[in-house]
C-alpha cells in the first residue's frame, strides 16, 4: 500500500515536473516573442521587416525553414521594393503572390493557421525549397479586415514538430501582430512613394531628387563611375498655355515627362523639378553620354506630335548638361550635389540665351582634395 503510494507520488511528481518545464520552456518563448514583437513594432521600412521576419524567426521557434508570402495584386510591394533597389526576386524565403486563390483555397477563409506533414503538392507554393524539404509545417495566414496579405510559413524536418490539432497560441499571436505592423507598413510605403510623386506627370518630384541625388555622388564615389545631371526645360511654355489652355499644357507636361522617361534606364532618377522644369541624375554615364541621351530627348521631343483637338502644339525642349567626375577627394557630398545642379541650370540657361531647342553642355565637376569642388 505504501509502495503504491509512494510509486504515485514518484508519477505524480516527475508530471509536475514535466509541467513545470513547460511552463519554464512556454515563460521563455514568450519573453523572446514579446521582444520580437517590440522590435518588429518599431520597423517602419518594408524591406527591414522582410529581412527581419526571414531572418529572426527561425532563431525564435527553433525552425529549419521559414518562408513569408506577401499578397500583391497590383504589384504595388514590388514597386515598393525595386524603389528600394531591393533584390525581392533572389531573396531566399521571400515569396510575391498575385494569386488571392493561393490563399482562398488553403485557408479557407479562415484566418486560422494550417499544421501538418510537409504534402510537396499542397504545401511547394508556400516555401522556397531548394534542399531538403521540411518535414512538418506550419501556415500562419496574414489577414486584416477580412482581406489576406501573405502568410508566415514555417517548416521543421522534424514530422512530429507541427501536428494537427496542437496548440497554437504563440503562432497566432505573432501572426496577429505581424498582419498589424505589415498593413501599417504598407501604408507608410505608400504614404512615402506618394509623398515623392508629382501626380500629374507620375514622374518623381523636387523632394524625391533632393533625397536621392546625394545618394547618388555616393554611389559614384563607391562606385568610381561619373554621374552625370540634365536640366531640361520646355521652350516657351507660357505661350503653349496662353495659346492652347492650361489643360492642354497639362497634357504637354505629361507627354514630356513620359518621353524623357523613355530615354533613360530603369536605375536612373527623374524628377518635375518645378512649373516646366525637369531634372535627371544618370547613373554611371560621363559627359559624352550623358550629352548624347539630352540630345537623343532633345530630338525626341522635338518629333514629337503634340495634338490638340484640331491643331497640332510645337514643343521643343533645352536643356543643359554636367558631370560629377569621382576623385579620392572627401568632398561633402550636399556641396557636391548643389555644384551638379548648379552647373546643369547654369548650361540650361546657357542653351535658353543661345537660341533654345538645344543641348550645351556644362562641364565636369570633380571632388577636390581640399573639401570644396571645382567645375573643369
Ligand atoms: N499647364 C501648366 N502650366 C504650368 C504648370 N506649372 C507651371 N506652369 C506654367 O509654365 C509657364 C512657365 O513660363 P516661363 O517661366 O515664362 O517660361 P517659358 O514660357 O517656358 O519660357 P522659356 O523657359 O524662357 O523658354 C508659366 O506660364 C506657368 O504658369 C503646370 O503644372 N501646368
Do not use: W
Not at 89 to 100: F, H, N, P, T
Not at 120 to 134: L, T
Not at 197 to 205: A, F, R, W
Request: proline letters at 2%; hydrophobic letters at 40%; aromatic letters at 8%.
Amino acid at each position: 500500500m505504501e509502495q503504491d503510494i509512494t510509486t504515485e507520488l514518484c508519477v505524480l511528481q516527475s508530471h509536475l515536473d514535466g509541467m513545470l518545464d513547460r511552463v519554464h520552456h512556454n515563460s521563455l518563448t514568450l519573453k523572446r516573442l514579446q521582444a520580437f514583437e517590440m522590435r518588429l513594432l518599431g520597423l517602419t521600412a518594408l524591406t527591414e521587416m522582410i529581412e527581419f521576419i526571414l531572418g529572426e524567426t527561425k532563431d525564435l521557434f527553433d525552425l529549419d525553414l521559414v518562408s513569408l508570402c506577401l499578397f500583391d495584386p497590383k504589384d504595388e510591394i514590388v514597386a515598393h521594393l525595386a524603389s528600394d533597389h531591393y533584390p525581392h526576386q533572389s531573396r531566399a524565403g521571400l515569396l510575391i503572390v498575385k494569386d488571392e486563390d493561393l490563399f482562398k483555397n488553403y485557408f479557407h477563409f479562415s484566418d486560422r493557421p494550417l499544421l501538418g506533414m510537409f504534402n510537396a503538392e499542397k504545401y511547394a507554393r508556400f516555401f522556397d525549397v531548394e534542399s531538403q524539404c521540411p518535414s512538418s509545417v506550419i501556415l500562419a495566414p496574414l489577414v486584416r479586415r477580412g482581406k489576406y496579405l501573405g502568410s508566415l510559413n514555417l517548416g521543421s524536418y522534424c514530422s512530429n514538430r507541427f501536428i494537427r490539432n496542437m496548440a497554437t497560441d504563440f503562432i497566432d499571436h505573432l501572426a496577429s501582430v505581424l498582419s498589424v505592423c505589415l498593413e501599417n507598413t504598407l501604408n507608410f510605403e505608400t504614404l512615402r512613394r506618394t509623398s515623392l510623386i508629382d501626380p500629374l506627370t507620375g514622374v518623381n518630384n523636387r523632394r524625391f531628387l533632393e533625397q536621392r541625388i546625394e545618394e547618388e555622388i555616393d554611389r559614384s564615389l563607391r562606385t568610381r563611375q561619373s554621374l552625370s545631371c540634365l536640366f531640361l526645360d520646355i521652350d516657351y511654355f507660357k505661350r503653349i498655355n496662353d495659346t492652347f489652355g492650361h489643360q492642354a499644357g497639362d497634357h504637354v507636361l505629361a507627354l514630356v515627362a513620359c518621353t524623357i522617361k523613355k530615354h533613360l534606364r530603369s536605375n536612373d532618377v527623374l524628377s518635375r523639378y518645378g512649373g516646366e522644369e525637369f531634372v535627371a541624375l544618370l547613373s554611371e554615364s560621363d559627359n559624352i553620354r550623358a550629352t548624347e541621351i539630352a540630345e537623343r530627348i532633345r530630338k525626341a521631343i522635338a518629333l514629337l506630335p503634340f495634338d490638340h483637338q484640331e491643331a497640332k502644339i510645337a514643343v521643343t525642349l533645352s536643356i543643359g548638361a554636367a558631370t560629377f567626375q569621382p576623385t579620392a577627394a572627401k568632398s561633402p557630398t550636399s556641396e557636391v550635389a548643389q555644384r551638379l545642379i548648379q552647373a546643369a541650370d547654369t548650361a540650361l540657361y546657357q542653351a535658353k540665351f543661345n537660341g533654345r531647342n538645344r543641348v550645351e553642355e556644362g562641364g565636369v565637376i570633380v571632388g577636390a582634395a581640399d573639401g570644396g569642388n571645382a567645375a573643369v
